[in-house]
């Protein structure tokens, strides 16, 4: 397989610049059960308020580290909108884990080990400077390109779910998701455009997406179990592929298909991010979304 760097197409009426927004989101009101009848789909959801505080902590402590790697200015700038975009992501959703616990779900089990997996696995290693540590940094990057491909996938698709607004879903948590989506989406190429702007091999960026799948599937199906398992309103609360294979039929999850063929389109030696979602759509709920308020930071 040959390791020469891609020359993929980015849509350029799909670039924006990057700015992170002052969001307020508040708690009181919204239960355990977000989604009315639906404690699969809803904890299903939930787990992205457990991985997503120390995975882009972790985004945002790799990416200081690739910085001084860019040569474009352009790029240089959409990174540095990204840092700011992903701190505020990881601080709302780290503010969700208290009120599940006094909800009664105590997330704290859990997250400890997500903390370990992002600080000590994934973490600063102590190599010499030179190729090992610059192999380390180049390896990090990729993968969060992959994961990026996944959370832009998300949050197109919470964009659209009109299914969670006929089902009741909580408000609050609804424009959180969306929110976080939307700017998901805003900013999907720039962990692609980094990696291939400091590395962009193809053997990276396969072997990097198969481990990344690889570690969310794994931590995803854990949480899911977890929340399951500890619902205070549930007994003997199971997690089952069935029951995500349903409520993906049914809307109130992203179907197995639709992930399925995402593979094969990160996998593509001519894809780029900004061909998948609309960056329009996002800037307009971004615009109109309660908890963001159409706000920018300085």
């Known amino acids: 397989m040959s390791n020469t760097p891609l020359a993929p197409a980015p849509v350029a009426s799909e670039h924006v610049d990057l700015r992170p927004r002052n969001v307020s989101f508040g708690w009181e009101d919204t239960p355990l059960h977000w989604l009315p009848g639906e404690p699969f789909a809803g904890h299903m959801i939930n787990v992205l308020h457990l991985l997503l505080p120390a995975g882009e902590r972790w985004f945002v402590h790799v990416y200081k580290q690739a910085l001084p790697y860019i040569e474009d200015e352009r790029l240089r700038e959409d990174v540095v909108g990204f840092i700011g975009q992903e701190a505020m992501h990881a601080a709302a959703h780290d503010d969700v884990l208290p009120h599940l616990k006094r909800l009664g779900l105590d997330p704290t089990p859990y997250t400890a080990q997500v903390d370990w ?30 994961i990026e491909h996944y ?7 919470v964009l659209g779910a009109d299914e969670l607004d006929r089902r009741g879903a909580d408000p609050t948590m609804l424009d959180l998701l969306r929110w976080h989506g939307a700017e998901e989406v805003e900013h999907r190429s720039v962990a692609f455009d980094l990696f291939m702007h400091v590395d962009g091999g193809y053997r990276r960026r396969a072997r990097t997406w198969a481990t990344a799948f690889t570690a969310l599937v794994f931590l995803w199906q854990r949480g899911v179990r977890f929340f399951m398992e500890n ?12 029951q ?19 593979i094969p389109k990160y996998l593509s030696r001519t894809y780029h991010p900004s061909q998948e979602g609309s960056t329009a759509r996002a800037v307009a709920y971004l615009a109109s979304s309660p908890g963001a308020g159409g706000g920018v930071r300085a």
Request: avoid cysteine; aromatic fraction near 12%.
């Open 151 to 157: 959370t832009a996938f998300l949050g197109d698709w």
């Open 117 to 146: 997996l992002f600080e000590k696995l994934l973490g600063d290693r102590t190599l010499p400077p030179g190729r090992a540590r610059h192999w380390w940094l180049m390896e990090r990057v990729a993968m969060i390109a992959a």
């Open 244 to 262: 995500f294979f349903m409520a993906g039929q049914q809307g109130v999850l992203p179907s197995t298909g639709s992930m399925l063929k995402s």
């Open 231 to 242: 619902d205070p309103h549930l007994v003997d609360g199971k997690a089952s592929f069935g």
